[in-house]
């Protein structure tokens, strides 16, 4: 009788050991920097809305496998879904931006790429006009930001942060400039 019982046993903690999953890690598009946000704000861009594809949409972090896989990663997340956590990130980046007057902008992701030991891409359409003025475009952009990665999730994301920050920087070059053309990256 006392051996089916330890059997039992073991094979419960042996099953136990085998359900163990691996801790859930969560990510930030928001670097963790001390920005200056002592100087005076003298104007604003505001983000109207932002879109991402459907795809890559989610708190879990997605990469790319081969030219047609994409991986959802379990145990990998963001700290809120894909467009959530790029909004903040976006806005945060354009809170130190030095224009003048309120704007807006409209921001389509159409493809948000990662791909571990190669590259973060982020293509976006994004339409820039003054805040309370008519709906006509102060500028429409299409901008493709690229930037190298290392093999870990870490690396891909200080990525894709650095592409937020590049967007961020271009919308506000847009804005400080006079004439309506679209900066390049």
């Known amino acids: ?20 999953s691996d801790p859930i ?5 928001t670097p963790a920097q001390v920005g ?17 594809p459907p795809q890559v949409d989610r708190a ?3 990469i790319r496998e081969g ?22 990130a976006l806005a945060d980046q354009l809170s130190n931006s030095p224009v003048q007057g ?6 389509d992701v159409q493809r948000f790429d990662s791909v571990p030991g190669q590259y973060a891409l982020m293509d976006v359409k994004w339409r820039l006009r003054s805040a309370g003025a008519d709906d006509t475009a102060r500028v429409i952009c299409r901008s493709t930001l690229q930037t190298p990665s290392g093999a870990t999730i870490d690396d891909l994301v200080l990525a894709q942060q650095n592409n937020v920050k590049r967007l961020a920087a271009l919308i506000s070059q847009a804005a400080t400039r006079p004439q309506a053309n679209c900066p390049s990256p």
Not at 25 to 29: E, P, R
Not at 36 to 46: C, Y
Request: charged content about 15%; aromatic content about 6%.
């Open 36 to 52: 200056d946000h002592s100087r005076a704000t003298v104007g604003v861009i505001q983000i109207e809305t932002l879109s991402v």
């Open 102 to 107: 309120k704007y807006s902008v409209r921001v």
């Open 60 to 62: 879990q972090i997605v």
């Open 1 to 20: 009788m006392a051996f089916p019982l330890k059997l039992t046993l073991v094979t419960a903690m042996l099953l136990l050991a085998a359900c163990r």
């Open 25 to 29: 890690q969560f990510h930030t598009l």
């Open 67 to 88: 030219n047609s896989g994409l991986a959802i990663l379990e145990t990998q997340w963001w700290g809120a879904t894909l467009v959530d956590e790029l909004r903040s």
